[in-house]
């Protein structure tokens, strides 16, 4: 009985958490994220490894609800940054990619907001 009980607790947990790391529209804090978001949740914020999607879309590291690690930012202009991120900024090194005049445009460096 022990351990049918536990086996029945073990798979509530698991049932919890996959649910909370399907979609959430709460967990990311990025006004111009909010809407879909598919991955790791951590006290009600996205936390991990992610996709958010609203008005821009991100994919990468997320802690505490921001981009905090290694990912991949698209606005909605077609700008794309590549690269790290700190607490929701860009920081660290990284690619932005940037279309002038008909033409992509990249630059790379480290970036510090």
């Given at each position: 009985?022990?351990?049918?009980?536990?086996?029945?607790?073990?798979?509530?947990?698991?049932?919890?958490?996959?649910?909370?790391?399907?979609?959430?529209?709460?967990?990311?804090?990025?006004?111009?994220?909010?809407?879909?978001?598919?991955?790791?949740?951590?006290?009600?914020?996205?936390?991990?490894e992610g996709f958010a999607?609203?008005?821009?879309?991100?994919?990468?590291?997320?802690?505490?609800?921001?981009?905090?690690?290694?990912?991949?930012?698209?606005?909605?202009t077609g700008e794309i940054?590549?690269?790290?991120?700190?607490?929701?900024?860009?920081?660290?090194?990284?690619?932005?990619?940037?279309?002038?005049?008909?033409?992509?445009?990249?630059?790379?460096?480290i970036w510090k907001e």
């Amino acid at each position: 009985m022990n351990k049918i009980l536990k086996l029945l607790i073990f798979i509530g947990l698991l049932t919890t958490t996959l649910s909370a790391s399907s979609q959430d529209t709460t967990s990311v804090l990025d006004k111009d994220l909010k809407g879909e978001y598919t991955g790791n949740i951590r006290r009600g914020l996205a936390s991990g490894e992610g996709f958010a999607k609203g008005i821009d879309s991100y994919k990468g590291s997320f802690k505490k609800g921001l981009p905090h690690g290694v990912g991949k930012y698209v606005w909605s202009t077609g700008e794309i940054y590549i690269g790290e991120w700190y607490k929701g900024k860009m920081s660290g090194e990284g690619t932005y990619i940037l279309n002038i005049d008909g033409k992509d445009s990249s630059i790379m460096g480290i970036w510090k907001e």
